[in-house]
């Protein structure tokens, strides 16, 4: 079969035999693709370091009848996460977008909102501030997969929130009122729903410079966290990662 070429992003990496690697990209053209580099370890001119996590390539790979796998032929690097200095907070938070995109998209299903997505929080984790990055990713990653409802008013009740106090819980989906919230349910401050409500009006690019400490909208992350767990039906091991890092 005829090549394929598509601008992709490198998800995940595990090695295959002794110099063979097993890649999950995740496509423009196809959405999530799974495929075998075969002598990625040692061919430097068809791969060299296109093949870290995160790295945003042009691929050319093609699917061979009856197996699942792709066969990976090449990949030119477009934009690498290690052209800057990877500190820990920014090496978790990569791991984070790649964790997400691989737990939440199905495979060979072309998402460009996605896609875009992707590339400008990676453009926005070149940095070393993380959390803006992280808490608009997790925020539109939660929407665009169509596990945010509306926040503007209670699940239970209907009634609009406004500034009144609201909360969540980890096995309900959206915001309840202080009447109707459940026991051991986490409150999600005014500030934050409306950084959420700003978020979705704006693109990444104008939040940068931004002083964002880890504990400005905390409450949403977590928040978003539950309701992606709760949909995927496990722990996402990157947000215990980031949890723990202390600022």
């Given at each position: 079969?005829?090549?394929?070429?598509?601008?992709?992003?490198?998800l995940?990496?595990?090695?295959?035999?002794?110099?063979?690697?097993?890649?999950?990209?995740?496509?423009?053209?196809?959405?999530?693709?799974?495929?075998?580099?075969?002598?990625?370890k040692?061919?430097?001119?068809?791969?060299?370091?296109?093949?870290?996590?995160?790295?945003?390539?042009?691929?050319?790979?093609?699917?061979?009848?009856?197996?699942?796998?792709?066969?990976?032929?090449?990949?030119?690097?477009?934009?690498s996460?290690?052209?800057?200095?990877?500190?820990?907070?920014?090496?978790?938070?990569?791991?984070?977008?790649?964790?997400?995109?691989?737990?939440?998209?199905?495979?060979?299903?072309?998402?460009?909102?996605?896609?875009?997505?992707?590339?400008s929080?990676?453009?926005?984790?070149r940095?070393?501030?993380?959390?803006?990055?992280?808490?608009?990713?997790?925020?539109?990653?939660?929407?665009?997969?169509?596990?945010?409802?509306?926040?503007?008013?209670?699940?239970?009740?209907?009634?609009?929130?406004?500034?009144?106090?609201?909360?969540?819980?980890?096995?309900?989906?959206?915001?309840?009122?202080?009447?109707?919230?459940?026991?051991?349910?986490?409150?999600?401050?005014?500030?934050?729903?409306?950084?959420?409500?700003?978020?979705?009006?704006?693109?990444?690019?104008?939040?940068?410079?931004?002083?964002?400490?880890?504990?400005?909208?905390?409450?949403?992350?977590?928040?978003?966290?539950?309701?992606?767990?709760?949909?995927?039906?496990?722990?996402?091991?990157?947000?215990?990662?980031?949890?723990?890092?202390?600022?």
């Amino acid at each position: 079969m005829a090549l394929k070429e598509s601008e992709a992003i490198v998800l995940r990496t595990y090695p295959l035999r002794e110099a063979d690697l097993l890649v999950t990209l995740f496509t423009r053209i196809e959405g999530k693709v799974r495929g075998v580099a075969r002598s990625a370890k040692k061919s430097k001119r068809r791969f060299g370091g296109a093949l870290e996590p995160l790295t945003y390539v042009r691929a050319l790979y093609e699917d061979r009848e009856r197996q699942e796998l792709s066969r990976l032929d090449s990949c030119e690097v477009l934009e690498s996460p290690l052209a800057t200095e990877v500190s820990y907070p920014r090496a978790v938070a990569l791991s984070h977008v790649a964790e997400l995109l691989d737990e939440l998209l199905p495979d060979r299903e072309a998402n460009d909102a996605v896609f875009r997505l992707a590339l400008s929080v990676l453009a926005g984790l070149r940095g070393p501030d993380v959390w803006m990055p992280v808490t608009y990713f997790d925020l539109w990653m939660t929407r665009l997969m169509g596990y945010l409802p509306d926040l503007s008013e209670c699940t239970v009740c209907g009634r609009a929130l406004n500034g009144s106090r609201a909360f969540f819980h980890a096995l309900s989906d959206g915001l309840m009122c202080a009447e109707d919230k459940r026991l051991a349910s986490s409150e999600i401050s005014a500030k934050s729903r409306m950084l959420a409500a700003e978020m979705f009006r704006a693109p990444v690019e104008n939040f940068a410079g931004t002083a964002w400490p880890k504990a400005l909208g905390s409450d949403l992350r977590k928040f978003l966290i539950q309701a992606l767990q709760r949909h995927i039906e496990k722990k996402l091991v990157t947000a215990g990662m980031l949890e723990k890092i202390s600022a």
